[in-house]
């Protein structure tokens, strides 16, 4: 994917977009080195399967030469999506003036604003998508990113499901706070108490109670209702917090429940257990 666009528009916001989406991401590389590039992409099969090449004005033997480069790429079968971002006058003199930025081509903003868009104006029509920011937040950009993806993409939010003991204090990093406490405690069943959350016995006691098969389903439509909202507003990471009195067996076997529901669903899920021990 080659990814440009004017000056202030939202390519840069658009490459740590790209890479919340899985995309392997280089800014403003070299036109020189564009060839070895590509032949790096070839050579690493899939390990670079979703590729995002930045480039702005700066480069300017990349737009001089626009159609070798990109023949560069279609003789190794690779064939380039062109992204581009543009944004009104009035918005880009704003943005240059609220960051105090000067303009890549060293000119006046305006006038640079105006060279831009002529030097930039082939690529333009060649784009695959073009996105106007003017109005956008960088929720809604995000979104616009995800949503011009010639891909979709299943995959646009990292999750992280970790149990704790809140005798030992609130994880600092939670997002999203749950306390299942209200379930019956494993650790007063004699048999069970120095094993974990982790173990067939206590995973069997806390899942056959009436209680947490009555709340299990219930917690985890809410969880899969609220992470497409969440990727909307364009939280990239989210941490759910599960939490009990010693964080080692109602919060553990629930958390591992969680996360793999969520995996299939198809997210991206790492677990933790901070207590556990």
């Excluded at 062109?82 to 960051?99: G, N, P, Q, V």
């Amino acid at each position: 994917m080659i990814v440009t666009g004017i000056s202030g528009a939202g390519r840069s916001q658009a490459i740590k977009c790209l890479e919340d989406f899985g995309y392997f991401c280089v800014d403003n590389l070299p036109a020189p080195l564009l060839p070895s590039f590509a032949d790096l992409i070839v050579r690493s099969g899939k390990a670079m399967k979703r590729v995002a090449l930045g480039i702005d004005v700066r480069e300017g033997k990349f737009f001089k030469g626009f159609h070798a480069d990109l023949q560069e790429f279609r003789k190794r079968k690779i064939n380039p999506w062109i992204m581009f971002f543009d944004a009104d006058d009035a918005t880009l003199l704003r943005r240059f003036s609220e960051t105090r930025r000067k303009h890549p081509l060293g000119k006046g903003v305006l006038e640079g604003i105006h060279d831009e868009r002529k030097r930039l104006k082939d690529i333009r029509t060649q784009a695959d998508r073009i996105i106007d920011t003017s109005n956008l937040t960088l929720s809604e950009l995000k979104e616009k990113v995800a949503v011009a993806l010639p891909m979709k993409m299943k995959q646009t939010i990292h999750v992280t499901v970790n149990s704790f003991g809140y005798k030992y204090g609130l994880p600092v990093d939670a997002d999203l706070v749950w306390d299942v406490r209200f379930l019956p405690n494993p650790f007063y069943i004699p048999r069970l108490r120095h094993k974990t959350g982790l173990s067939k016995e206590v995973r069997n006691y806390v899942f056959n109670r009436k209680e947490c098969r009555t709340f299990i389903p219930k917690f985890f439509r809410l969880v899969t209702d609220c992470l497409p909202h969440f990727i909307k507003e364009g939280k990239s990471y989210l941490t759910i917090s599960i939490g009990c009195t010693g964080g080692r067996h109602r919060s553990v076997a629930i958390s591992e429940a969680l996360a793999k529901h969520l995996k299939g669903k198809g997210y991206l899920v790492s677990i933790q257990h901070r207590d556990i021990e």
